[in-house]
């Protein structure tokens, strides 16, 4: 099983991002997929998550409305893409297929 994450960088306040997640090595369309921040010294946050039905997406509170989670099964790939991004949201941004497999992550850093 392979994650590989790409996209993030240096972006100012109010800005936005394209994260991507590339997924290899087991049935994507069989899994949920779920894109985490973590910030050292602190404890992993769930950002979102797309299934990999026809359940809604969700959201974590301080994300919803400016951050959207996709998937392209033909590619294997999720998306998230990142608006008005905020310096407390500088972190390194992983995804999961939530069967323990973790990518590297990317690092996101909001700051003027």
Same mark, same amino acid.
């Given at each position: 099983? !392979?994650?590989v994450e790409s996209g993030g960088g240096l972006v100012k306040p109010g800005g936005s991002l394209r994260l991507s997640c590339s997924a290899? +090595?087991?049935t994507f369309t069989r899994y949920a997929m779920s894109w985490y921040r973590q910030v050292p010294g602190k404890e992993r946050e769930l950002v979102a998550t797309i299934f990999n039905t026809y359940m809604p997406t969700r959201y974590a509170h301080s994300v919803k409305g400016r951050s959207t989670i996709s998937r392209d099964n033909a590619k294997n790939t999720v998306y998230l893409q990142m608006n008005s991004l905020k310096p407390e949201e500088t972190a390194v941004y992983c995804c999961s297929n939530g069967a323990g497999d973790w +990518? !590297? +992550?990317t690092q996101v850093t909001v700051s003027s």
């Amino acid at each position: 099983v !392979q994650l590989v994450e790409s996209g993030g960088g240096l972006v100012k306040p109010g800005g936005s991002l394209r994260l991507s997640c590339s997924a290899s +090595g087991f049935t994507f369309t069989r899994y949920a997929m779920s894109w985490y921040r973590q910030v050292p010294g602190k404890e992993r946050e769930l950002v979102a998550t797309i299934f990999n039905t026809y359940m809604p997406t969700r959201y974590a509170h301080s994300v919803k409305g400016r951050s959207t989670i996709s998937r392209d099964n033909a590619k294997n790939t999720v998306y998230l893409q990142m608006n008005s991004l905020k310096p407390e949201e500088t972190a390194v941004y992983c995804c999961s297929n939530g069967a323990g497999d973790w +990518g !590297q +992550g990317t690092q996101v850093t909001v700051s003027s």
